[in-house]
C-alpha cells in the first residue's frame, strides 16, 4: 500500500507546519546569539504568527481534509486557529520586557510558545484521536518546560513539577479513554465514531461509556474543571506572569476545541447520556471558582480561580450542544483572551527588576498614579464580570440565551448566581485601585513606557470594547464555524 501527498494535504496542515518551522528556526538563530538581545528571537517570533495566521485566513471557507480525513482545515479549525495565534502573538509581546527583567536570557522560550501554539492548532484540526493526542502531549511538554523556566525560584520549580507530575497521570486517563472508544469501534476518526454510534446499539457498550468517562477526566484537567483543578492556583502563582497569561487562554480554548469535536462529532449522538454529568460539572465548576476566588489576596491565584469559573460557563454552552450554544463557546474564547492577556499586560508592565507586583496590596491607588492603565484595567474587569458594552457581555448573554432556549433554565440560573458572584472580587481590584491611597508597597511612580505593551493592552482593549459593541462580525463566523460539526448530530 502506497501513499502520496496532494495538494490538500499540505495546505491542511500549513499553518501549523509554519508555527513549527518558526520555532526550530527561532533555535537555530539562538545558537548563533552569542549573548546578543533576545528581541531578535522574539521579533522573528512574531513575523512566524503573523505568517501563519495568513496562511490560516487564506482557508477560510474551504473545508480541506487532509491524509485520509485525520486532518482538516474546515472553518471551525481556522477560527479557533486565530484565536491561538492571537494568544502567541500577545504572549511574545509581553515577554519581551519581563524575560529581560527577571534575566531569563533562554532563547529556548519563545520556540517552545511557538510549539505550544503548534500543539494547540493541531488538537483543533484533527478528526483523528491519536492526532488529537499528539497535538495535546506537544502542548503539555512545551508547558510544563514553560512554567519552570524561573529556574532559581523556588515556586516556578515547584509548580512546573506539580504541573508535570498531574499532567502525566491525566494523560494516562485520556489515552486509556481514546484506547476503548478504538475497541468499541474499530476506530479512532471521529466522524466514523459518530457513524457507528448512529447506526449500530454501540450506545449500550459498556467500553463506550468507560472510554467516554476517562476521556472526560483527561479533559477535566486540562480545562481546569472541578474536582480536576487543584493544581490551576499553584501553577498559575509559580509560573513567570508571562506564561500564566499563555496558560489562562491559548490551552484552554484548545482544550475546549478539541472536547467540542470529541462530544459533538465523535459522541454526539449520545448527547442525552453525557448531557447531565457536563450539566454538573459546568455548575460545580463555576460556583466553586467563584466562591473561592473571593478570598484570594494574590492577583494571580484570583485569575486562576477566576479561569476555573469561565471554564465552566464555557462548559454550559457544551451542554447546550446546538449551534448557538457552540457558537458562543468560539466568541467566548477570544473575549476571554483579549481580557485575560490585557490583565497580564498590565501586570507586566506595573512590575520591574526588583519586584513582581502581582497582590491586591500592590495596587492600592494605581488608578491614580496611571490613569490610562487605570482605566484600561477597569473595562478588563467589567468584561470579566459581564457588564454591557463588554465583550464579555456579549460571551455570556449567548451562552445564557442559548441555555434557557433549549429547556436548562436552572443552568443559566446558575451561570447568572456566580456571576454576581464575580463582581466582588473583580471589582475588590478597582476599588483598590482608586479608593485607596497608595502606600510604600504599592506603585509610588508611573510604571515607564514600554512598546510592545502599549501595544498589546491597546489591541486588547479596542478588541473586547469592539466585541461589546459590534459582535455581529465574529458571532456570524463562530456560526459558520461550528454549523460544519453539526451535520452528524
Not at 318 to 326: K, P, S, Y
Amino acid at each position: 500500500m502506497t501513499f502520496q501527498l496532494n495538494t490538500n494535504d499540505m495546505l491542511s496542515i500549513l499553518p501549523f507546519t509554519l508555527v513549527f518551522a518558526v520555532g526550530m528556526l527561532v533555535l537555530l538563530l539562538e545558537t548563533l546569539r552569542k549573548g546578543k538581545s533576545m528581541k531578535m528571537l522574539a521579533w522573528v517570533s512574531l513575523g512566524g504568527v503573523v505568517l501563519a495566521c495568513v496562511a490560516n485566513r487564506q482557508l477560510l471557507g474551504q473545508g480541506l481534509r487532509g491524509f485520509g480525513g485525520s486532518v482538516v482545515a474546515d472553518d471551525y479549525a481556522v477560527v479557533f486557529n486565530i484565536i491561538f495565534l492571537a494568544v502567541a502573538f500577545f504572549t511574545i509581546l509581553i515577554s519581551m520586557r519581563y524575560l529581560e527583567d527577571r534575566g531569563i536570557q533562554d532563547g529556548e522560550y519563545y520556540a517552545l510558545v511557538l510549539f505550544a501554539t503548534g500543539g494547540m492548532m493541531v488538537m483543533a484540526s484533527s478528526l483523528d484521536l491519536l492526532m488529537i493526542f499528539v497535538g495535546l502531549e506537544i502542548l503539555s511538554i512545551s508547558s510544563y518546560i514553560l512554567t519552570g523556566m524561573l529556574r532559581r525560584d523556588h515556586k516556578s520549580n515547584e509548580a512546573a513539577m506539580k504541573y508535570f507530575l498531574l499532567g502525566a497521570f491525566a494523560t494516562g486517563f485520556l489515552l486509556y479513554g481514546m484506547v476503548m472508544l478504538y475497541g468499541a469501534t474499530g476506530t479512532i476518526n471521529l466522524r466514523e465514531i459518530g457513524t457507528h454510534l448512529a447506526v449500530t446499539n454501540l450506545g449500550q457498550n459498556p467500553y463506550i461509556w468507560f472510554g467516554m468517562g476517562l476521556l472526560i477526566v483527561g479533559f477535566g484537567f486540562k480545562l481546569s474543571l472541578v474536582p480536576f483543578h487543584m493544581w490551576t492556583p499553584d501553577v498559575y502563582e509559580g509560573a513567570p506572569t508571562t506564561v500564566t497569561a499563555f496558560m489562562s487562554a491559548g490551552p484552554k480554548a484548545a482544550g475546549f476545541a478539541a472536547l467540542v469535536r470529541v462530544m459533538v462529532e465523535g459522541l454526539g449522538n449520545l448527547h442525552d447520556h453525557w448531557w447531565l454529568v457536563m450539566w454538573i460539572l459546568a455548575a460545580l465548576t463555576m460556583t466553586l471558582g467563584n466562591v473561592v476566588a473571593i478570598w484570594q489576596d494574590n492577583i494571580k491565584r484570583m485569575l486562576a480561580y477566576s479561569s476555573i469559573a469561565h471554564a465552566g460557563y464555557i462548559l454550559a454552552a457544551l451542554v447546550v450542544a446546538n449551534i448557538e450554544g457552540l457558537s458562543a463557546i468560539v466568541f467566548y474564547g477570544l473575549v476571554y483572551t483579549l481580557g485575560n492577556m490585557g490583565v497580564f499586560a498590565i501586570l507586566v508592565l506595573a512590575s520591574d527588576k526588583n519586584r513582581e507586583r502581582v497582590t491586591f496590596e500592590d495596587y492600592r491607588g494605581f488608578g491614580y498614579v496611571s490613569p490610562l492603565l487605570g482605566m484600561a484595567m477597569l473595562v478588563f474587569m467589567l468584561s470579566l464580570i459581564g457588564i454591557p458594552l463588554t465583550g464579555g457581555f456579549v460571551g455570556k448573554f449567548q451562552i445564557f440565551k442559548a441555555a434557557v432556549e433549549q429547556g436548562y433554565l436552572w443552568l443559566a440560573v446558575v451561570g447568572v448566581i456566580n456571576s454576581v458572584i464575580s463582581v466582588y472580587y473583580y471589582l475588590r481590584l478597582v476599588v483598590v485601585m482608586y479608593m485607596q491611597p497608595p502606600t510604600g508597597a504599592s506603585l509610588q511612580v508611573r510604571p515607564p513606557f514600554n512598546l510592545a505593551l502599549t501595544v498589546a493592552i491597546a489591541a486588547s482593549l479596542a478588541g473586547v470594547v469592539y466585541l461589546g459593541i459590534l459582535p455581529s462580525g465574529w458571532l456570524d463566523m463562530s456560526s459558520r464555524s461550528v454549523s460544519v460539526l453539526m451535520a452528524g448530530f
